[in-house]
């Protein structure tokens, strides 16, 4: 199999401006790093278009079973490079031995099929891809059934958020829209729309989170946006006996998203 040398070859240059998130809108791609990630995407049929790969790095049951996995994947989507190649397109992230370059899936509110009674998170104007990508592996502990980033202020396959997802994020949908835009499908769908908020006047366990839910929870520094307040919009609150006033956006989804669990187990 031929192997790319060059730190100028064109694919690898590439690839290496997908770490920017101008590169990711530009090509409409992203890159995934680490060995589960990569498998977790194989697994979910994420479109992966190029593996490269630094047969000299790989090691280990992880790597053994990763090599397996790529046994099944078509030759024409694996590169292998070298270790100077492999360690740029790595970028100071995990050298595991391999990378992947995957097309970003367009999707819109319009394309979801929903279950009979979903289980939704709105992160509204969120900005921290680690944020993203830890509410992401909780969604997928549970079970739930859709993520929508709301005028989102990180692109959704930031590298940064799948590795933060553990490669969950392959394996719940997630859809870019407006604010405007999620709360007219929300009400379209009947989906009751729960708004986490520090004066919010209802006790988070007391609502019934057995019917379809969509969880809505704001941005780090300034929680929910205005367009939050309006009628059919439930505030609801999480208790807070100590000095500070807010929980972590990621802690604040656990608790929700496992008490919709709880109530529907």
């Known amino acids: 199999m031929e192997i790319i040398r060059s730190l100028q070859n064109t694919q690898i240059k590439a690839a290496v401006k997908l770490r920017d998130r101008r590169g990711r809108t ?5 890159i995934i790093d680490g060995l589960r990630e990569i498998r977790r995407a194989l697994e979910c049929d994420f479109p992966i278009e190029t593996i490269y790969v630094d047969p000299t790095a790989l090691a280990g049951p992880e790597a053994r079973e990763f090599s397996d996995m790529l046994a099944n994947v078509p030759p024409a989507s694996i590169t292998h490079v070298t270790h100077e190649v492999m360690a740029k397109l790595a970028f100071g992230e995990r050298v595991e031995g391999a990378v992947a370059v995957a ?9 979801v099929r929903l279950p009979e009674c979903p289980l939704i998170a709105v992160i509204e104007q969120v900005e921290k891809p680690g944020n993203v990508g830890a509410i992401l592996r909780t969604m997928d502990a549970v079970g739930a059934n859709l993520l929508i980033s709301a005028d989102g202020r990180t692109d959704r396959f930031n590298p940064n958020a799948i590795r933060a997802s553990l490669g969950t994020i392959f394996s719940v949908p997630v859809v870019d829209a407006t604010s405007e835009e999620t709360i007219e499908f929300l009400a379209e769908q009947g989906i009751q729309m729960l708004a986490a908020r ?5 006790p988070y ?3 019934d989170m057995t019917q379809p839910t969509a969880l809505i929870l704001g941005s780090e520094a300034h929680g929910l946006s205005d367009k939050w307040h309006q009628a059919g919009i439930t505030n609801i609150h999480l208790p807070m006996n ?13 608790v929700l998203l496992y008490e919709a669990l709880r109530q529907r187990t």
């Open 26 to 30: 530009q090509q409409r791609r992203t």
């Open 103 to 111: 097309k970003i899936p367009e999707k819109t509110l319009r394309q």
């Open 198 to 202: 520090v004066d919010g006047s209802v």
């Open 205 to 207: 366990s007391t609502v």
């Open 242 to 254: 100590g000095i500070a006033d807010s929980l972590n956006v990621s802690t604040t989804a656990a």
